[in-house]
């Protein structure tokens, strides 16, 4: 099959001995006119014939072209179509997933300032309880410190008392 070059090529040459053939035999005798005439017309035909060749092969190249482009088309869509089926399967994973994130996230926030007020909380509770404990220990010593006064104190009384009861026994 000859490309499109040689073809072009062939009719130029055709072209080119046509007119050629013309310019030769202007002075010949009409015998040779005809024939010129006959070559021109065969050139003519051939010329026609290659054209339409051309024309042939350029309609069934389009043709083909059309349809792989039909077929293109169709993979396109048939691909399109996985893509939203995949999308549709993961989708309402991703959903969930992002809703159970935010609520996460939205947990660590609210727990953060709760842990600080519950580390706050837990401070003041040791000092208060410190401070419990050691005013528990002051009064603890403080009762304990009351307790000897009062039994000195009793005792010092009862002393007091027996020394005057001796002493009212004496005089009577």
Same mark, same amino acid.
């Given at each position: 099959?000859?490309?499109?070059?040689?073809?072009?090529?062939?009719?130029?040459?055709?072209?080119?001995?046509?007119?050629?053939?013309?310019?030769?035999?202007?002075?010949?005798?009409?015998?040779?006119?005809?024939?010129?005439?006959?070559?021109?017309?065969?050139?003519?035909?051939?010329?026609?014939?290659?054209?339409?060749?051309?024309?042939?092969?350029?309609?069934?190249?389009?043709?083909? *072209?059309?349809?792989? !482009?039909?077929? +293109?088309? &169709?993979?396109? =869509?048939?691909?399109?179509?996985?893509? @939203? %089926? $995949?999308?549709?399967?993961?989708?309402?994973?991703?959903?969930?997933?992002?809703?159970?994130?935010?609520?996460?996230?939205?947990?660590?926030?609210?727990?953060?300032?709760?842990?600080?007020?519950?580390?706050?909380?837990?401070?003041?509770?040791?000092?208060?309880?410190?401070?419990?404990?050691?005013?528990?220990?002051?009064?603890?010593?403080? *009762?304990?410190?009351? !307790?000897?006064? +009062?039994? &000195?104190?009793? =005792?010092?009384?009862?002393?007091?008392? @027996? %020394? $005057?009861?001796?002493?009212?026994?004496?005089?009577?």
């Amino acid at each position: 099959m000859a490309t499109p070059k040689q073809i072009w090529e062939q009719q130029q040459s055709q072209m080119q001995r046509v007119k050629n053939s013309g310019i030769i035999l202007t002075n010949e005798t009409p015998l040779k006119d005809d024939k010129e005439e006959e070559m021109a017309k065969s050139a003519l035909a051939l010329f026609r014939a290659k054209e339409e060749e051309i024309e042939r092969k350029k309609m069934e190249v389009r043709d083909k *072209v059309q349809a792989y !482009m039909g077929r +293109v088309e &169709e993979a396109t =869509r048939r691909l399109s179509d996985i893509r @939203e %089926e $995949l999308d549709a399967l993961i989708d309402p994973m991703r959903k969930d997933i992002a809703f159970l994130r935010k609520k996460i996230d939205t947990a660590n926030r609210e727990l953060k300032p709760l842990g600080q007020s519950c580390q706050k909380k837990e401070r003041e509770y040791k000092e208060a309880l410190e401070a419990f404990n050691d005013k528990n220990k002051e009064k603890t010593q403080l *009762v304990s410190k009351l !307790m000897e006064l +009062v039994s &000195e104190s009793e =005792r010092l009384r009862m002393k007091k008392l @027996e %020394e $005057l009861s001796k002493s009212i026994e004496t005089l009577s």
